[in-house]
């Protein structure tokens, strides 16, 4: 069926007058898989048949695909459906209409609608010169959260596409960040870092913000100098005072901008591992990501992070794993430690020790089947995630892939059989390509 659809792609010419009939068939069998149950067919064959379908775009097969895609438009995801008409043509005829309701709506008198207008602004692929001036209007609304959700939506669009509008952009920012609405100071934080502009005068405005009043507010700041990428001693310093403030959240905050960093200090080091012991869960689990980003495999960071394993709360143990994870370490402790992990009570952990396993490369028997275990998990995501760490162990060896087919022979009226096809895509297929 795919070398059929994959046919139709390189739009023989004639074939549709010749056999229409067979063109037919084809497309909706494709549209068949398209619609059903994700765990019988598996997300790969999925993947491909949008793939397939959307490569018909400017052949002969175009507007028949569509239509066949409508007769079942009330089986397909909203947003999936939004994009198979944007691949395959109706993309402009929407685009154009959606603008146009905007720009009346960007006028109503109140605000809410308004609001709403400038929030689905951002849902549109490519920008007009008629909305951005129309944005532009809305940074002197007289509500200070349209004020900043236009901004936010103009930051969207580039610097390149604003050109003398950034200007102008970045002046109503920096005002917007002594507004009296938390929310609008936030906004302004975050669509400052968007922007990419550096300037002393914006880093000096963020770095006042990490002063704010209120958590959420300096919160956003300390991620904007984070994406703005200024790790100046300056900058370093005070997010490390912020480590120590009254205020967990902020705490956690502060650790996930020092990960960011790219200063591997002794100093930020000790102090995130001071922090794995920090009273608040949050705290935990941001400064066992940062570790991660840091790339230090020490003896103490890996045991320290061994140890969060037994933390009661779920948010911190998947950090853990997945900050191990990233740090690579394939010792036999820590594989062990995250094998257990696949059978912890909460999906969460369990779809992120699957996922470091599938990165660790360590294919031995136990790793192996504990992960096939789990392509029966009663979460879809562990089952997804199990799947493709399969995958990953399986280009590595070459015993996972005969153990995936004697699975699948032994499952076949299983629920869950799907998975392991989806097992044998990323063994076979995704190899092939």
């Not at 143990?317 to 992990?341: F, M, Q, W, Y």
Request: include cysteine; glycine fraction near 6%; hydrophobic fraction near 40%.
């Amino acid at each position: 069926m795919f070398f059929a659809g994959n046919c139709l792609a390189e739009d023989p010419k004639g074939l549709r007058s010749v056999d229409g009939e067979l063109v037919q068939e084809i497309l909706e069998r494709l549209v068949e898989l398209e619609v059903s149950n994700v765990e019988q067919v598996g997300e790969k064959v999925r993947e491909q048949v949008y793939e397939i379908l959307c490569s018909l775009y400017e052949t002969d097969f175009q507007v028949q695909a569509l239509e066949v895609l409508k007769e079942q438009r009330n089986l397909i995801d909203e947003w999936r459906w939004w994009k198979y008409q944007a691949e395959l043509g109706a993309e402009y005829e929407l685009e154009d209409k959606v603008i146009e309701t905007l720009l009346t709506r960007l006028q109503n008198k109140s605000y809410n609608v308004r609001r709403r207008a400038v929030i689905d602004a951002f849902k549109i692929g490519k920008s007009s010169e008629a909305l951005v001036s129309a944005l532009l209007a809305r940074l002197r609304d007289e509500d200070s959260y349209v004020c900043s959700l236009a901004a936010s939506a103009l930051s969207s669009f580039g610097k390149n596409y604003l050109g003398k509008n950034s200007e102008a952009l970045v002046d109503v920012l920096l005002k917007l960040l002594e507004d009296e609405d938390t929310s609008v100071r936030g906004w302004a934080s975050s669509t400052l870092a968007r922007l990419g502009n550096t300037s002393e005068t914006i880093i000096n405005a963020l770095l006042a913000r990490l002063q704010d009043r209120h958590y959420t507010v300096r919160g956003w700041a300390t991620l904007a100098l984070k994406t703005l990428g200024e790790s100046s001693e300056t900058v370093v310093n005070t997010v490390l005072a912020k480590l120590q403030d009254n205020d967990f959240d902020m705490g956690a905050w502060a650790a996930i901008v020092l990960g960011y960093f790219d200063k591997n200090s002794e100093t930020i080091v000790s102090t995130l591992l001071a922090q794995l012991q920090n009273e608040n869960p949050g705290v935990r689990g941001w400064a066992a990501i940062a570790l991660s980003h840091l790339h230090d495999n020490s003896e103490t960071v890996v045991s320290t992070l061994l140890a969060q394993f037994q933390d009661e709360n779920n948010g911190v143990r998947k950090t853990a794993v997945i900050a191990l994870g990233r740090l690579g370490n394939s010792s036999e402790n820590v594989i062990d430690a995250i094998v257990a992990l696949l059978q912890d009570k909460n999906y969460d952990v369990r779809r992120q020790a699957a996922k470091a396993l599938g990165i660790l490369n360590n294919t031995s028997e136990t790793v192996v089947n504990a992960l096939i275990e789990r392509l029966q998990d009663k979460d879809s995501f562990v089952r997804s995630d199990a799947a493709e760490a399969l995958g990953n162990l399986g280009k590595k060896s070459n015993n996972i892939l005969p153990t995936i087919i004697q699975w699948i022979q032994q499952h076949q009226d299983s629920e869950y059989v799907g998975r392991g096809i989806d097992v044998l895509w990323y063994l076979v297929v995704s190899e092939e390509s």
